[in-house]
């Protein structure tokens, strides 16, 4: 497996190529970066600006993971409101389009949600339509992924949805697609489950793998805590990811940052993933 860092860890303000060059100095082989609804990977990149962060790249000694973006949350596929849903899937053809010019063959996406706590005042919606709105949604895509070569990989996330290792393998399946698979996050099952054994339901579903840790005890967000720090069974993790053949990037997403000396949890989270991945003696 190879090691990676997610952009999202970095302190807001950094730059593609700051983040790159702290990414590479830590230790990391790759990195996923996200395309944002402005900025220097924003939804109205050119084709000139896409070959320009990916020469960056190119120049590093590091690759590219994966393409992440967090505007589903503004844009759910899921929303009662059409016109939300049909922005969502552009979204998702934008990823599908940057992903292909940066030369990279999986996009994190997010298929809606049926209730968020952590967005104030968001839209609660009734399971069975989200469940069908997310997998329409989902299904008018898989022909764009199929010819850009590209994977719509589903993470699992805070959004009372897809709830079970079960239910996200049928979700995928239903596609009949393997350009459609899972982005699974570690971290997040924790509160509800355990990760190893998603791993082995989803089996070869996986495409990514984010890597998060997470106290039970201290619930909601403040339950996220450093990779080591909390409750995930890393060991048992890995050799489930190992059962299943599993090779590919694992992806630290540390959120949130440190308060203080913000560049110290990229070196930290390094130093965790090679004890985890058992590059270093422990």
Known sequence: MKKGINIWSFREGKTIQQCIELAEKAGFEGIELS????GELGLDATDKEINAVRAMIDESGIALTSLATGLYWDYPMTSDDATTRAKAVDVCKKQIEVAQGLGVDAILVIPGAVGVDFIPGAAVIDYERAYDRALEAIGSLVPHAESAGVSIAIENVWNKFLLSPLEMRSFIDAHQSDRVGAYFDVGNVLYSGYPEHW??????RIKRVHFKDYRREAGGLHGFVDLLA????YPAVVAALKEIGYDNYVTAEMIPSYKTYTDQIIYNTSGAMDAILGRTER
């Not at 395309?35 to 402005?38: G, M, R």
């Not at 791993?199 to 070869?204: A, K, S």
């Not at 909390?230 to 069974?233: E, L, N, R, T």
């Open 230 to 233: 909390g409750d995930v069974d």
């Open 199 to 204: 791993v082995r339901i989803l089996g070869e």
């Open 35 to 38: 395309l944002n609804a402005s």
